[in-house]
Protein backbone atom coordinates (compact mmCIF):
# COMPACT_ATOMS: atom_id res chain seq x y z
CA UNK A 1 0.00 0.00 0.00
CA UNK A 2 1.50 3.26 -1.38
CA UNK A 3 1.46 6.29 1.57
CA UNK A 4 2.09 9.75 1.29
CA UNK A 5 2.14 12.27 4.40
CA UNK A 6 3.14 15.88 4.29
CA UNK A 7 4.87 17.54 7.17
CA UNK A 8 5.86 21.12 7.96
CA UNK A 9 5.29 24.38 9.47
CA UNK A 10 1.46 25.40 9.28
CA UNK A 11 2.65 28.93 9.89
CA UNK A 12 4.46 30.79 7.82
CA UNK A 13 5.24 34.85 8.14
CA UNK A 14 5.35 36.61 4.64
CA UNK A 15 8.55 37.27 2.59
CA UNK A 16 9.83 33.53 3.98
CA UNK A 17 10.61 30.13 2.31
CA UNK A 18 7.78 27.26 2.90
CA UNK A 19 9.50 24.51 3.04
CA UNK A 20 7.71 21.03 3.25
CA UNK A 21 8.16 17.66 2.80
CA UNK A 22 6.35 14.73 1.86
CA UNK A 23 7.37 11.29 2.92
CA UNK A 24 6.50 8.14 1.07
CA UNK A 25 5.92 4.50 2.46
CA UNK A 26 5.32 1.21 0.37
CA UNK A 27 6.82 2.19 -2.95
CA UNK A 28 10.32 3.64 -3.68
CA UNK A 29 10.34 7.25 -5.10
CA UNK A 30 12.56 5.65 -7.62
CA UNK A 31 10.54 3.01 -8.61
CA UNK A 32 9.86 3.35 -12.60
CA UNK A 33 7.22 5.62 -14.13
CA UNK A 34 6.34 6.89 -10.70
CA UNK A 35 5.87 10.52 -10.91
CA UNK A 36 5.81 12.35 -7.74
CA UNK A 37 3.93 16.19 -7.50
CA UNK A 38 3.23 18.55 -4.86
CA UNK A 39 -0.59 20.28 -5.57
CA UNK A 40 -2.51 22.89 -3.51
CA UNK A 41 -5.83 24.49 -3.09
CA UNK A 42 -6.70 27.62 -1.76
CA UNK A 43 -9.54 28.89 0.07
CA UNK A 44 -12.15 28.96 -1.80
CA UNK A 45 -10.11 28.04 -5.27
CA UNK A 46 -9.76 25.03 -6.99
CA UNK A 47 -6.73 22.11 -7.09
CA UNK A 48 -3.07 23.85 -8.55
CA UNK A 49 -0.42 22.28 -9.67
CA UNK A 50 2.79 23.32 -8.07
CA UNK A 51 4.93 20.50 -9.65
CA UNK A 52 6.86 17.50 -9.67
CA UNK A 53 9.93 15.08 -9.81
CA UNK A 54 9.81 12.44 -12.42
CA UNK A 55 11.23 8.57 -10.94
CA UNK A 56 14.71 9.49 -12.59
CA UNK A 57 14.59 13.38 -10.98
CA UNK A 58 14.02 15.54 -13.93
CA UNK A 59 11.90 18.21 -12.04
CA UNK A 60 9.02 19.93 -13.60
CA UNK A 61 6.91 23.23 -12.39
CA UNK A 62 4.09 25.14 -13.25
CA UNK A 63 5.11 28.16 -15.31
CA UNK A 64 3.20 30.79 -12.81
CA UNK A 65 5.38 29.70 -10.02
CA UNK A 66 8.04 28.60 -11.77
CA UNK A 67 10.14 31.55 -10.11
CA UNK A 68 9.88 30.81 -6.73
CA UNK A 69 9.44 26.78 -6.59
CA UNK A 70 12.24 24.28 -6.15
CA UNK A 71 11.01 20.64 -5.88
CA UNK A 72 14.04 17.78 -4.80
CA UNK A 73 14.16 14.75 -3.11
CA UNK A 74 15.53 12.33 -0.52
CA UNK A 75 16.36 8.66 -1.88
CA UNK A 76 17.77 8.10 1.04
CA UNK A 77 14.77 8.60 3.31
CA UNK A 78 12.46 8.28 0.55
CA UNK A 79 11.60 11.72 0.89
CA UNK A 80 10.54 14.89 -1.62
CA UNK A 81 10.20 17.94 -0.92
CA UNK A 82 8.86 21.46 -1.75
CA UNK A 83 10.24 24.99 -1.24
CA UNK A 84 8.30 28.03 -2.16
CA UNK A 85 10.24 31.32 -1.66
CA UNK A 86 9.03 34.88 -1.01
CA UNK A 87 5.66 33.59 0.45
CA UNK A 88 2.79 35.94 0.55
CA UNK A 89 -0.86 35.59 1.87
CA UNK A 90 -2.34 34.52 -1.63
CA UNK A 91 -0.03 31.15 -0.92
CA UNK A 92 -2.26 30.04 1.97
CA UNK A 93 -3.57 26.88 1.07
CA UNK A 94 -3.76 23.18 1.98
CA UNK A 95 -0.62 21.54 0.58
CA UNK A 96 -0.80 17.88 -0.66
CA UNK A 97 1.64 15.43 -2.75
CA UNK A 98 0.75 12.88 -4.77
CA UNK A 99 2.17 9.93 -6.63
CA UNK A 100 0.58 9.40 -10.12
CA UNK A 101 2.03 6.03 -12.21
CA UNK A 102 0.59 5.22 -15.86
CA UNK A 103 -2.41 2.76 -15.57
CA UNK A 104 -1.99 2.79 -11.84
CA UNK A 105 -4.56 4.27 -9.21
CA UNK A 106 -3.16 8.51 -8.02
CA UNK A 107 -1.82 8.60 -4.01
CA UNK A 108 -2.54 11.34 -2.03
CA UNK A 109 -1.43 12.84 1.12
CA UNK A 110 -4.08 14.31 3.70
CA UNK A 111 -3.16 17.35 3.20
CA UNK A 112 -1.16 19.86 5.33
CA UNK A 113 -2.96 23.32 5.95
CA UNK A 114 0.09 26.31 5.59
CA UNK A 115 -0.76 29.98 6.54
CA UNK A 116 1.01 32.44 5.25
CA UNK A 117 1.04 35.30 7.88
CA UNK A 118 1.22 39.04 6.53
Known amino acids: QVQLQESGPGLVSASQTLSLTCTVS??????????WSWIRQAPGKGLEWLGG???????FYSPSLKTRTSISKDTTKNQFFLHLTSVTPEDTATYRC??????????WGQGIEVTVSS
Open 53 to 59: LSYTGTE
Open 98 to 107: KAVKLNAPEY
Open 26 to 35: GVSITTTEYF
